[in-house]
Structure formats: structure tokens, C-alpha cells
């Protein structure tokens, strides 16, 4: 077999580089028109008014002109809706389907959080529960002892021998008992 060789141009590369593009043309300078003498009579735009009926100044023989016909005016076909109209209209619903997402995931993470706080309260109460107080040993002859102090402190605090020695007495008892329990 013969070696072959292959050259390729910048230029085709380019052109291949380029390939989504289109190649552009040399847009023709257009000709200048002709100037045609104007008429005296007004220009007529191609619309006929009703309150004046045109009549050609000088009807040929032999043939009658036709009275003018008015036809009624229908308006031009809407456009069809161009690309970006339906690209916008995309957005929009893509928008909307967005936001109802959004409301759903805001509903749930509402639910989300009250179950969570809730679970939280329960653990809380749970763990960190106070265990079972004994009430304050002796808490009614402290409460007597220390009424009888302040209604008679000015006068004779010695009244109030008899509401210490009550107090003392149940202190000794409290402390004893609890000794007993934990030796």
C-alpha cells in the first residue's frame, strides 16, 4: 500500500470548529429607486370612506362601473405565540410546582419540629427528674419554734423553751433514724 498524507487547512478547521454557525453572506446594497412624478389627486391608502362615493371622472363607454362594495374589516390573525413566551410560561409553572413544594416542606418541618420538642420535654422530664425528697424531718416543730420567736422576741424569748426542746428532741430522733438506715 502507498502513504497517503492528509493536509487540512486552518480554514476547514474553523469551519468545522463552527459548525452550529452560519456562514455569513454580503447583504446587497439595494438600488436607489426611480422618482415618479406625483398626481394632484390625494393618495388613495387602499380604504374607502362611505360618505364619499368615488366616481372616475371620465366613465368609459359601453361599460357601467359597478356600485363600490363595502366589505367589513376583519382583523389581522394574532401572531403565534413566539419561544420565549413558552419559556416563560415553563418558569412560571415550574414556579408554582416550586412553591407548593415549599408549602408541603414547611407543613412538615412545622410537624417535625412540634414532635421534636416534644420528645425533648419527655427526655428532659425523664432524665433529669428529681428523685423522691423525704420531706424536711421535724419541718412542724422548726415552723412552731420559729413563730414563738417572732411573737415574743421582744417581750420574753424564754417562752419559748418548751417549742425548742420539742424541736431539739425530733432533730435527735431524725438523726438517729437515719443512722440506723444507713449503717
Not at 43 to 60: A, F, H, M, V, Y
Not at 161 to 181: D, K, N, T, W
Amino acid at each position: 500500500m502507498g502513504d497517503y498524507k492528509i493536509q487540512i487547512s486552518t480554514k476547514l478547521i474553523e469551519q468545522l470548529a463552527r459548525d452550529n454557525e452560519k456562514v455569513k453572506r454580503k447583504v446587497r446594497k439595494p438600488k436607489p429607486k426611480k422618482i415618479v412624478e406625483q398626481r394632484d389627486e390625494p393618495q388613495d391608502n387602499g380604504r374607502e370612506l362611505p360618505s364619499e362615493p368615488k366616481i372616475s371622472p371620465t366613465p368609459t363607454p359601453g361599460w357601467q362601473l359597478p356600485p363600490p362594495m363595502y366589505l367589513p374589516v376583519t382583523p389581522a390573525p394574532l401572531p403565534p405565540p413566539s419561544p420565549a413566551i413558552h419559556e416563560v410560561e415553563a418558569i412560571r409553572a415550574v414556579v408554582a410546582e416550586s412553591e407548593n413544594v415549599l408549602e408541603k416542606l414547611d407543613k412538615q418541618g412545622d410537624g417535625m419540629q412540634q414532635e421534636l420538642t416534644r420528645r425533648a420535654k419527655e427526655l428532659h422530664d425523664r432524665e433529669f427528674k428529681l428523685p423522691y425528697q423525704n420531706p424536711a424531718p421535724c419541718a412542724d416543730e422548726k415552723a412552731d419554734c420559729r413563730e414563738c420567736y417572732v411573737s415574743n422576741a421582744a417581750q420574753d424569748p424564754l417562752k419559748c423553751a418548751e417549742a425548742v426542746r420539742r424541736f431539739e428532741a425530733c432533730v435527735r430522733m431524725a438523726r438517729h433514724s437515719v443512722g440506723l438506715q444507713a449503717g
